[in-house]
């Protein structure tokens, strides 16, 4: 009987990781499936190397340059904003709490990322955008610098705790040798830990970038949207939210549709690509 | 004197990045509480979008009750798979390689841009399955988006989980699944459902991947599985972006942040109480 029920037991939960192991594999069959279709009509080169997106004009004038580079120049703008910030809240948080007060930092910072980006949207189209038009009097608010701001506060949460993870242990480590020595906490921080901390570092940095170029809602709601070439103080527009504004317009089996797809599969391996390598920097870390 | 000014600046500088990360989280709850609350009352909790727009007038239910369903269907959806991937991979798994390529896949999963997702659910579960933008839909495309966080923090608890217990479960003679139900899930439990809730607040907030696949603008409380569904977040967009009602978007945003914050409140609760436990 025992035997039996095990055995149930052992199946289920191999068919469950098989299962959800599978999800990764339907989904790139999938994405590809569908832009494969387009890549038979228009070269995937002319395709990321174009730079008209015109699906009302003619059908095959849909190519998405300034689309990547606008979703790569927020990110970058977001990140440079960012990083000085997050390192330094990293190094306070490793350096001066502890026990209780880790926990309860932690908390918050998980509470800030766990804000919904359409509530940053709303915020960064309310103040961020406001304050360009009436305050500083841009011809118009929304704008790369706007998306970067607003994005660069999304990817905070993320720069600290990855940093201040690597911090705690290079902390942890050195410790005992610098209070033999009587060095000052704040010495050894920046003679020790933000210096050996060089790798989690670029972690934290990869990982934000890979957020920042897939986030949706927030960007959409400040970028204007206009697959232009992005400049600085005027609208672009980024991957995410190209397809999130015309997939509902786009009809089933367009090409218009399709190249929707193709842009979701250009976006997916680029993140993918940046994953695998957040992923082996990480695991170097830990190894070390 | 060199040293001292740059410790100095050192000090300002981890000082004053803390100081803006502090500064920025009570700005935007500040900012959302204080022009949420004015136009909160119960008749916006409890009643139906009305007027013209739609939206304009009225209240959010249905996308309460939306957002509300959407969470667990995601929640159960991923929970499920993040349990017996993570039972296989510390359990089950004896090869080091295997658990690394499933690592990797999870690593990519977790990569994935919502929208992309979204995009996948759209053209899987609603042009092939024929399921149309649906709950049902859109529940599961949200679980797939949080399925990789819940099972990083669920592999965490069972390889902390104390071996002795569960070696000794074996030496006794004690089968498989009965070690796993009665031990390892109760060892685990405050890990396990505090990753679940935490991972739901996301599910909650994401309009991404549910624009696509099952949010609409107005529909009724869902009556089943494959009725279309209003959601929070998805309410919120709307109303800001066609310009329907700042006022409501502000309650809106208010409700949305509220629940969430309540979520995050009974993760951390939870692991406090662990933390006691096994203090």
């Known amino acids: 009987m025992y035997k039996l029920i095990d055995k149930i037991f052992d199946t289920v939960i191999k068919l469950l990781t098989l299962f959800s192991l599978l999800i990764l594999v339907f989904i790139i069959i999938f994405i590809f499936k569908e832009s494969i279709v387009f890549f038979k009509e228009v070269s995937i080169l002319k395709f990321i190397t174009g730079r008209k997106w015109n699906p009302l004009k003619s059908p095959t004038d849909l190519s998405i340059l300034n689309i990547i580079l606008g979703t790569l120049y927020v990110s970058f703008v977001a990140i440079i904003i960012a990083l000085p910030i997050g390192v330094g809240t990293g190094l306070l948080l490793s350096i001066y709490t502890n026990g209780k007060w880790k926990v309860i930092t932690r908390g918050i910072i998980d509470i800030l990322a766990g804000i919904p980006s359409v509530v940053y949207g709303f915020i960064g189209l309310l103040v961020i955008v406001k304050f360009f038009e009436a305050v500083l009097d841009f011809p118009t608010g929304e704008s790369v610098l706007a998306g970067g701001i607003l994005l660069s506060v999304m990817i905070l949460p993320y720069i600290i705790s990855t940093c201040s993870e690597t911090m705690d242990n290079i902390y942890k480590e050195n410790l005992f040798s610098s209070e033999a020595l009587g060095t000052s906490k704040i010495y050894m921080a920046r003679k020790i830990v933000l210096p050996e901390s060089k790798k989690g570092i670029i972690a934290a940095v990869i990982l934000a970038l890979g957020r920042a170029m897939g986030e949706t809602m927030a960007v959409m709601m400040v970028m204007g949207n206009t697959p232009i070439s992005p400049k600085l103080l005027k609208r672009a527009q980024t991957i995410p939210s190209l397809i999130a504004l015309e997939m509902g317009m786009a009809e089933v089996g367009s090409l218009h549709y399709h190249a929707l797809f193709a842009s979701g599969l250009v976006l997916m391996i680029m993140l993918l690509i940046i994953n695998i390598i957040f992923y082996y920097i990480k695991k170097g870390i830990h190894v070390r | ?279």
Do not use: D
């Open chain 2, 1 to 279: 004197m060199l040293e001292n000014i740059k410790e100095l600046l050192f000090k300002i500088w981890i000082i004053l990045s803390g100081a803006t990360v502090l500064f920025l989280t009570l700005f935007i709850f500040g900012y959302i509480i204080k022009h949420g609350f004015r136009s909160i009352n119960i008749e916006f909790i409890f009643g139906n979008p009305k007027g013209i727009p739609l939206g304009a007038e009225g209240g959010v239910l249905p996308a309460i009750a939306g957002s509300l369903f959407l969470t667990i269907i995601a929640c159960i959806f991923a929970s499920v798979l993040a349990i017996s991937t993570s039972i296989y991979i510390v359990y089950y798994c004896k090869s080091k390689r295997i658990e690394n390529i499933i690592h990797t896949i999870i690593q990519c999963m977790a990569g994935i841009p919502s929208i992309v997702l979204g995009l996948f659910g759209y053209t899987l579960l609603v042009v092939n399955l024929k399921l149309e933008r649906s709950l049902l839909a859109a529940g599961i495309t949200l679980g797939i988006m949080i399925f990789p966080f819940i099972q990083v923090r669920i592999e965490k608890a069972f390889r902390e989980a104390s071996s002795t217990i569960i070696q000794s479960s074996y030496a006794l003679g004690v089968s498989n699944s009965y070690t796993f139900l009665k031990l390892i899930l109760h060892i685990c439990k405050f890990e396990i459902v505090s990753a679940i809730t935490l991972a739901g607040g996301f599910a909650m907030g994401a309009a991404a991947p549910i624009i696509l696949t099952g949010a609409v603008i107005f529909a009724p409380i869902p009556k089943s599985l494959l009725s279309p569904v209003m959601a929070l977040p998805f309410h919120l967009y709307i109303l800001i972006g066609e310009g329907i009602s700042l006022e409501k978007a502000y309650a809106t945003a208010l409700i949305l942040i509220s629940l969430l914050l309540i979520i995050n409140m009974v993760s951390m609760v939870l692991i406090f109480r662990k933390r006691r436990s096994t203090e």
